[in-house]
């Protein structure tokens, strides 16, 4: 029972993540900044804007709205992250301990946290929240649709097993999934995904501060706000991690092995990033579109491809 | 269900005080009703107790932006009233000076329209790329913005011939950045999306607003007060008026891009101008302005500025009278808004480069009768106070 609590709240749980979502924020911000010839914020930035929030900044409730669903969102939102990656990392990082979902619990529980951002909008009784909430609803029914597709699709590439640590296993003994044609499109459709479930450009129209002035998030200040801010650090780690579990083979963590899991993730970030800062953000309708018939289409034909061994 | 999406009187959009209430269906825009007057500065009443020299530092300070576009209206202004022709030498450092600035703030356009997409590289690339304008700007009048160079009857400060190689190396090196940002911008597929077919004015909305500048051309509105209305050393270089047709936003980004061209191209014909001209003839002296009544013009990066200046023969302006572009240019917010996507309609909003408070004016209105203020200062800040509470 203790080691499993510490599988929660140490590691690979709360403090792992937030440590390590905390860096990769960093990293995304310094090379924006590189990408933008700006100098790019010191290292424990991330950390210092997240105790600034909670503990110095005053927490400012809206007049109107529901005061507990608007409290509650990001501290569910928080919930459903950490939930995710443990049941992430215990099988990436070879943990068998504890809970080992499949991979559609894992689906499930990522999608908590946009779920929570948009309660928490709707719970605060401003308009411009509210047209950020509808977006995000938008945004969500159209990409949650590809990404259940693309892990079908993974599904069905592994031989139909459903757990995270099976997946992973059969990837270690026939090579990545990324290796193969319907691999690659996989891998850009998750990728594109991921852009969308991180709320970044193209997708931040949810939040897009020059049109709705950060849209679901614009009542939150103080404690609540870095809680938001705390579950978005980690999913900037979560989900590459799934990425590189789903289809680049997951971890080894013995000697050079290291060395491809950082290279593994850095690498995702840096895709991530860069897309991020070479787009303009699209809208909502262009953004539903381009899911729901393109990227579906590709899942379609990385299915196709797939069926003929590609 | 109609809800109302403000923007402003603080928003990220516009970095002005501004009130725009857009009455939104779902994400569509359905009226827009706009609330100016935020910041009153009071330029024309200070201009009626400053001396002509005095004036030309005032009216820099209408924008700090384009802020040689109003000393050069202001200059052709009282020219006209004096009937003084000033030194060639002059006048291609007035056009130097407007051209460069023309330069700096389309840059400066350009990065904001970046950042209102979202596409922030395209914004710290752009004000990275109009550093060097500014740089230009402090060598050769001492400031970087607010340029103090404009006086009756020519300019202040000369541009010795041996600053001219130094001029061309930087024009060069932004005519290579340029190039850069039209290709990244002319060429991105996801920035067509966005921008093409969006808030588009058509050439009949522009003669119905009356809209002016790269609004206008951008409409295929051929009009230019360069051209239209020679003044400075336009007549005397070549160069062309561009225009588009489609009069979307992208269209609008289009002309302004290929107008940074032309003005380096002004440019570079200025300072062959230049060394033809003898070093030092830069003003002639001018003892006395007359009485009388003139009008003045020049075209700001953002369209036409209007002076008007009454004199009685002293050396204060009795009536002065500013138009910025912007006053005109808001207007067709109605019709570039109204039937799009909020998303669409922010995007519509930036594309004409409004300048808030440089347009802003007060018109204080009397009782024929009595002879009292119809709304006096007493009366105005509650009014202002009654308005904000009724925002919440």
């Known amino acids: 029972m203790g080691k499993e609590l510490l599988y929660y709240l140490v590691f690979p749980g709360f403090i792992f993540l937030a440590f390590v979502g905390g860096l990769f924020s960093w990293a995304d911000r310094k090379i924006s900044a590189w990408v933008q010839f700006r100098k790019g914020p010191p290292l424990l930035q991330p950390f210092y804007d997240f105790f600034k929030l909670l503990l110095v900044k005053e927490t400012i409730l809206p007049s109107r709205g529901s005061k507990l669903t608007f409290l509650l969102a990001p501290v569910f939102g928080l919930a459903g992250a950490l939930l995710s990656g443990i049941m992430i990392l215990l099988p990436a990082f070879g943990l068998r301990q504890g809970f080992s979902g499949d991979v559609i619990v894992i689906f499930y529980m990522l999608t908590i946290p946009s779920l929570t951002y948009i309660i928490g909008a709707l719970a605060a009784g401003n308009p411009l929240a509210s047209v950020g909430a509808s977006r995000e609803v938008k945004l969500v029914i159209s990409y949650e649709l590809t990404f259940l597709l693309a892990i079908a699709a993974i599904i069905s590439k592994s031989g139909m097993v459903t757990g995270l640590h099976q997946i992973i296993a059969v990837q270690q003994s026939q090579g990545a999934f990324a290796g193969s044609f319907s691999g690659i499109l996989l891998v850009a459709v998750f990728v594109l995904c991921i852009q969308a479930k991180l709320g970044f450009v193209p997708f931040d129209m949810a939040e897009a501060e020059t049109e709705i002035t950060h849209g679901c998030f614009i009542e939150y200040s103080g404690a609540a706000y870095s809680l938001i801010k705390l579950t978005k650090y980690m999913m900037l780690f979560i989900l590459p991690a799934f990425l590189c579990a789903m289809l680049l083979g997951g971890f080894r963590f013995n000697g050079i092995g290291f060395l491809w899991a950082f290279l593994k993730l850095i690498g995702v970030l840096l895709l991530i990033t860069l897309i991020r800062n070479t787009n303009p953000r699209i809208r909502i309708d ?9 990227m579906n289409l590709l899942v379609i034909v990385a299915i196709i491809l797939d069926y003929f061994n590609f | 269900m109609n809800k109302i999406i403000p923007i402003g009187p ?5 970095e002005e005080p501004e009130l725009f209430r857009l009455y939104c269906e779902g994400e569509i825009v359905k009226d827009v009703k706009w609330e100016t007057g935020y910041n009153h500065r009071g330029i024309e009443k200070l201009s009626e107790s400053k001396t002509f020299d005095q004036v030309f530092f005032l009216v820099e300070r209408i924008c700090g932006i384009c802020s040689t576009s109003h000393p ?10 004096a009937g003084i022709d000033i030194p060639n030498r002059a006048k291609y450092i007035r056009s130097i000076i407007g051209e460069l600035e023309r330069l700096h703030s389309h840059l400066l356009w350009v990065g904001l ?26 060598m050769i009048t001492g400031n970087r913005n607010s340029y103090a160079m404009f006086k009756i009857g020519g300019v202040r400060r000369d541009i010795e ?17 340029t190039d850069l940002l039209t290709g990244a911008i002319m060429d991105d597929p996801v920035i067509h999306a966005r921008t093409k077919g969006v808030g588009i004015l058509t050439r009949e909305d522009i003669l119905d607003f009356a809209a002016v500048g790269p609004t206008a051309r951008a409409s295929g509105v051929d009009i230019d007060i360069r051209r239209d209305d020679p003044y400075a050393a336009y007549p005397l270089v070549n160069w062309k008026v561009i225009t588009a047709r489609e009069g979307d936003v992208f269209a609008k980004a289009e002309v302004r891009l290929l107008e940074m061209y032309e003005s380096i191209s002004i440019i570079e014909q200025c300072l062959d101008g ?13 003892d006395e302005i007359p009485e009388g009544m003139g009008t003045g013009r020049a075209e700001a990066p953002r369209g036409e500025v ?51 408070c440089c347009t802003e004016r007060l018109a204080v209105a009397y009782d024929i009768d009595t002879g009292k203020k119809i709304l006096n200062g007493r009366e105005l800040v509650e009014l202002s106070a009654k308005r904000t509470c009724g925002l919440k």
């Open chain 2, 306 to 356: 209007f002076h008007f200046v009454k004199t009685d023969g002293s050396n204060y302006p009795v009536r002065h009278k500013i138009r910025a572009p912007s006053y005109v240019n808001i207007a067709t917010f109605r019709k570039s808004c109204i039937g799009h996507t909020l998303s669409d309609a922010t995007l519509a909003l930036a594309a004409v480069d409004p300048c808030y």
């Open chain 2, 274 to 286: 230049l060394k033809k001209e003898k070093e030092g003839d830069i003003a002639v002296v001018v």
């Open chain 1, 286 to 294: 262009q953004a539903m579109r381009f899911f729901l018939i393109w």
């Open chain 2, 161 to 177: 011939n041996d600053k001219i190689q130094r001029i061309r190396e930087t024009l060069d090196h932004i005519r290579e950045k």
């Open chain 2, 72 to 81: 050069f209206a202001f200059a052709n202004c009282l020219e006209e009233i």
């Open chain 2, 10 to 14: 603080y928003h990220p959009l516009q």
């Open chain 2, 113 to 138: 329209a970046g950042h209102f997409l979202g596409y922030n590289t395209v914004f710290m690339w752009a004000w990275k790329y109009r550093e060097p304008v500014l740089d230009l700007f402090e």
